[in-house]
């Protein structure tokens, strides 16, 4: 039964519900149920959205006369109905079967049954909608698509793997430490697709059609938007689920960081240091134990003990301080019992009631409670903003469950299972919306984790606690260009990455070098990492601060004067460079555009740009090609058709459609400008 309700599509069939409405220039959503009524909750959908009326069209048995979409059931008498949005339209066949089209009449995407009276495998009794109780009101559910041989599909977030084009990959839909589930994709057809879903699961891009599963939910949930230009893709996706602040000033200079300052005096000594030196730093961060205990959102007085000053004299430096801040509340905190009392803390299905064992016994704060929100956001202001801290590490943000039994916790808006997706966004909402009712215009902080939205809570997210080898340094590459183009675009890494590097292996300080050099073109140039050989403990295990050594040195000058030269170079380009940056990044706040991006993004027409998975631009006006191979000298570079291209170094131009062997010396990382842009690579 299909029919129209304030401007809604519906179809109705036994217990089933399906909803296809407007929702974006040339865009739908879809909403699916087996429950009494759909829920209204719109997840990731949160911008308001001018929508013309949609042109819809309803053709039951009784009456069915073909209509203005007759040509795509040519041969029927029965019944159907579609809904055109712009250059988007989505039918059903008599069966309920959905399909969706461009204004051309191409094909995006249809559901994949396999129990229709027409198909030739109806034997199988294969739905591509299948919704299976869990518990209550709650399904798991799995949707089905039919595949295309020649679609590329890029996004989805962040997954420690070697490839950028998702087609053939299978995606956990959760939050692991360096894993984000965004689940939003671009295809090389023409359309975008968002699961506007936040439950625990699964989806796979097979060769043989596309599967995706929610554990358990109400009822599937996702948005779909047509179009030939990945650009007007984004701009539409981010305009129905947020974009992000300008990035402040401050935001785009350099980032010092290191495993942890132990005191205010190591870390204050670093920064007037770098000033003496003459080298640009903009950011340094004091990270993790260095407070009084977990779940306590305070400088332990003993190692800082004069945090204004210290802010003073860093702000009189031009540098701002960051400060780590964890989710985890220790049973042995001051703020635990009260804590508990008010509910603000994920539980546990079964078993004791610890969700995290480091140094303690630890329970995540459940920031999907608004009261959880209030409450660590006010401790922070008092204990950091209010004495000048500006800038906050919203660590662990997945949350790194010492277990990842995603079905043994519960949070205030419903399980783990159902809801934990979110558990980011609203980390990132806390501080965003704490910082901005104090005052600030530009909130931005560093989490570990995101999903869809969480862009525009002033979410700048880095890709985890990762090795520090070439592999996976290739990874970072493709998983920082796939968040880009899921939504999350102020990105960045651990320059170096963060696991397993000695500071004295001559074999490191070529990663180093080359990871350097491409985190001056990332969106957030920054240093950090766990060094070897281990310092700095001091056996105090009561308020945590001497629980965890420092780490070996990780400034740019603790690793020879060689490298040090090499780094010295990239931080002054960054500078130079930063009018430049900043006007990209006023573009990706405006449009949602990022400033790092896929090939594919400025040459869509350019089938080989597609398949270029170690490139990018940075802007309309720099192309990117890293080094990512250990004892590489040079590297092969893929020039894009329709542009020229001049190499940022030695000012010698190529023509675009081409591969070149591009030197590249341990100084140089591989830069081509397009068209004769004139950006200041060389000073």
Request: aromatic share 14%.
């Amino acid at each position: 039964m299909f029919t129209e309700k304030n401007g809604k599509l519906f179809y109705t069939y036994d217990n089933e519900t399906v909803c296809v409405e407007a929702w974006g220039r040339s865009a739908l959503r879809v909403r699916i149920t087996h429950n009494a009524c759909l829920n209204d909750n719109d997840w990731a959908l949160t911008e308001p959205v001018k929508v013309a009326a949609p042109r819809i069209e309803v053709h039951n048995d009784e009456n069915a006369s073909g209509g203005g979409f007759a040509n795509m059931f040519a041969g029927r008498n029965d019944s159907y109905a579609a809904i055109t949005n712009g250059g988007i339209t989505a039918a059903f066949d008599p069966q309920g079967v959905l399909t969706f089209t461009n204004a051309a009449g191409k094909v995006l995407l249809r559901e994949n049954w396999r129990r229709l009276k027409d198909s030739p495998s109806m034997s199988l009794n294969y739905a591509g909608r299948e919704f299976k109780s869990v518990h209550g009101d709650n399904w798991r559910v799995v949707l089905r698509f039919l595949p295309n041989d020649k679609e590329k599909i890029f996004g989805m977030g962040q997954y420690q793997q070697k490839y950028l084009d998702q087609k053939g990959c299978m995606l956990e839909l959760s939050h692991r430490n360096s894993q984000a589930s965004v689940p939003f994709y671009i295809s090389s057809e023409g359309y975008g697709f968002l699961w506007n879903n936040p439950a625990v699961g699964k989806v796979f891009f097979g060769k043989n059609g596309t599967e995706w599963t929610a554990d358990s939910t109400k009822q599937a949930d996702y948005w779909i938007v047509a179009g030939d230009d990945p650009k007007e893709l984004e701009e539409t996706y981010t305009a129905v689920t947020g974009r992000a602040p300008m990035m402040p000033d401050y935001g785009i200079g350099f980032w010092q960081c290191k495993l942890r300052y132990r005191t205010q005096e190591e870390l204050m000594s670093v920064a007037r240091k770098h000033k003496e030196l003459g080298l640009p730093m903009d950011v340094i961060v004091a990270d993790f134990f260095h407070w009084t205990q977990q779940g306590e959102y305070k400088f332990d007085p003993e190692c800082w003990p004069d945090v204004e000053g210290m802010c003073r004299e860093l702000d009189g430096m031009g540098i701002k301080l960051m400060v780590s801040v964890w989710p985890t509340v220790d049973y042995r905190s001051e703020n635990f019992q009260e804590m508990m009392e008010k509910g603000y803390l994920v539980r546990t299905e079964r078993g004791v009631r610890v969700t995290m064992q480091c140094f303690g016994q630890e329970v995540f704060m459940d920031p999907t409670n608004p009261g959880t929100r209030e409450f660590v956001w006010n401790k922070c202001k008092e204990n950091y903003y209010d004495k000048g801290v500006r800038l906050f590490w919203l660590d662990e943000a997945e949350p790194e469950y010492s277990v990842y039994d995603y079905d043994n916790y519960r949070y205030y808006l419903g399980t783990d299972l159902e809801v934990g997706n979110t558990y980011p966004l609203y980390y990132a909402k806390a501080f965003y919306d704490g910082m901005k009712a104090a005052g600030m215009e530009t909130p931005l902080n560093l989490l570990r984790c995101a999903w869809v939205g969480s862009a525009k809570y002033g979410a700048l997210v880095w890709s985890g606690d990762i090795d520090s080898t070439f592999e996976c340094f290739q990874r970072q590459v493709r998983a920082g260009l796939s968040m880009a183009v899921a939504g999350v675009p102020w990105w960045t890494t651990d320059i170096g990455g963060f696991h397993g590097a000695d500071i004295r292996d001559p074999k490191f300080h070529e990663l180093l070098l080359r990871w350097f050099a491409y985190g001056c073109f990332s969106p957030v140039f920054r240093l950090h990492g766990n060094r070897m050989p281990m310092s700095g403990y001091s056996g105090d295990t009561h308020s945590g601060v001497g629980t965890f050594g420092t780490g070996a040195e990780n400034e740019v000058w603790s690793y020879g004067e060689d490298c040090l030269q090499v780094m010295k170079k990239y931080l002054f380009l960054r500078e130079r460079l930063r009018p430049y940056i900043r006007k990209q990044m006023e573009l990706t706040h405006e449009k949602g555009i990022p400033v790092m991006r896929p090939l594919f993004f400025d040459f869509k027409d350019d089938k080989a740009a597609w398949d270029v998975d170690d490139q990018y631009m940075f802007g309309p006006d720099l192309m990117v090609a890293p080094v990512l191979e250990a004892g590489a000298a040079s590297r092969k570079v893929y020039l894009p058709a329709g542009a020229s291209w001049t190499d940022a170094w030695t000012g010698k131009t190529f023509q675009g459609g081409a591969v070149i062997d591009a030197d590249a010396p341990i100084d140089i990382i591989p830069l081509f400008l397009k068209d004769g842009a004139k950006l200041p690579v060389v000073e």
